[in-house]
């Protein structure tokens, strides 16, 4: 049962964008860097981000299947590029290699980075539903291990799906979030 407030009229909804159960075959690596300083804070003024970030990392094994988390509009995409890592401090993208743009109408797009070469399923232009295979996890751009880069915008600017409101307020109450289930936040006791 999740304690975050459900999203407001005209938010996007959003299942998870892999074929995967987080927390058991999939688990999130980084959060999108909520601290506007030089400095790192994910969405619960923790430390599981790194500045700058501006997407939810998500580490799941190769191959595992990319899945548009709603419905939409292939309107970028790019594939071809290697799937070897390249050489990176530990798992910091280098670039978004291999991916998808969707977008989502009333200004929201998602983009979903480092997808396996020749993974990419969807033509520009296609029409998605909630649940579509997009590609597959993979290690282009850099990313130094198999993961998705999952970015999320609403009128260019980055919005953190976990808590999509400004600023972070680091008081431990339930936050609106644009997720229909969260995933858990990771522990680092190596349990899930």
Known sequence: MSLAARPAAGDILLAV????????????????????GPGTADYTCGPLSRDGLVRTEFAAPPGTAV???A???VIALRDGLTDTPQPTDNTTPADCGNG??????AHWQTRYCHLAQGSVA????RRVAKGTRLGSVGTSGGAGRAM??????RRGSVVDPFA?????ACDGRPRRTL?????AYPRRDGAF
């Open 122 to 125: 969807v033509p520009l232009g």
């Open 71 to 73: 419905p939409g509009t």
């Open 179 to 183: 997720w229909q289930a969260p995933p």
């Open 17 to 36: 964008p892999l074929d995967c159960w987080p927390g058991y075959d999939c688990t999130i690596l980084a959060h999108v860097d909520r601290d506007p």
């Open 67 to 69: 899945l548009a988390p």
């Open 100 to 105: 998808v743009v969707i977008d989502h109408g």
């Open 164 to 168: 999509p409101d400004d600023p972070v």
């Open 148 to 153: 998705l880069g999952f970015e999320l915008r």
